[in-house]
Each structure stands twice: as structure tokens, then as C-alpha cells.
Nanobody
Framework: QVQLVESGGGLVQAGGSLRLSCAVS????????VGWFRQVPGKSTEFVAA????????YFADSISDRFTISRDIANTTLHLQMFSLKPEDTAVYYC?????????????????????WGKGTLVTVSS
């Protein structure tokens, strides 16, 4: 299992920016894909972005377009999600996730119960 702890959530106005972080620990991380999902209460979980921990290949949800970037700080074993031009519809709890593999596209294809790690989430609220 991979341990994941999110931070950086908060309240931001529409059009603003926010950076989420996820401290990653546990297994040999070079063999994992890590990424972000989000969930609005009462709705299903939505994939946001993923990155292969070793190679740095990225994969984004179509709905995100180029407003978000994902990166990993290998030295500090931390994953980041930089969010720009935030909209009220980006309001959600953001979760960090990990799955063993090399292709970042496996993350949105993996059921939550089959993940190798899932954080407790951090709340992002975007006001209009």
C-alpha cells in the first residue's frame, strides 16, 4: 500500500489559483502512477489528472483542459496539483490516489477499491 496525505485546500475566489500537495510514502514509488480525483458531495468521483512517478508522463481529464498542471517532487516524494482560473464548479473534495503501473491512463480506469492508495481528501471551495 501507498500512504497519501493531501494538503493545500481552502477557499478561493473564482478566477484564482490554488496548489494542492500530496505527501506520498510507502512502496517503491518509481513503479507507480499517482494522481488526483475529486468528488462533489452526492455525486460520483471524477478523475482530474495523473502522472507516472518515474517517467513524468501526464494524463488529464478532458474537462480540465489546460487549467491544471500536475507535477511530482521526487526528492520530497510529493505530488502537486496546480490549479488556475478556478471556477465554482471546481468546488469539491480532492483526493490523491496511487496505482502500480507505468501508464498514467490506468488511474481513471481503476475502480477506487482497486487502488493501491487513496488519501482522505482536501476540500477546495471556489466562490463566485
Amino acid at each position: 500500500q501507498v500512504q497519501l496525505v493531501e494538503s493545500g485546500g481552502g477557499l478561493v475566489q473564482a478566477g484564482g489559483s490554488l496548489r494542492l500537495s500530496c505527501a506520498v510514502s510507502g512502496r517503491t514509488l518509481s513503479t507507480y502512477v499517482v494522481g488526483w480525483f475529486r468528488q462533489v458531495p452526492g455525486k460520483s468521483t471524477e478523475f482530474v489528472a495523473a502522472v507516472s512517478y518515474f517517467g513524468g508522463r501526464t494524463y488529464f481529464a478532458d474537462s480540465i483542459s489546460d487549467r491544471f498542471t500536475i507535477s511530482r517532487d521526487i526528492a520530497n516524494t510529493t505530488l502537486h496539483l496546480q490549479m488556475f482560473s478556478l471556477k465554482p464548479e471546481d468546488t469539491a473534495v480532492y483526493y490523491c490516489a496511487a496505482k502500480k503501473g507505468a501508464d498514467p491512463a490506468i488511474l481513471p480506469a481503476t475502480p477506487r477499491g482497486a487502488m493501491d492508495g487513496w488519501g482522505k481528501g482536501t476540500l477546495v471551495t471556489v466562490s463566485s
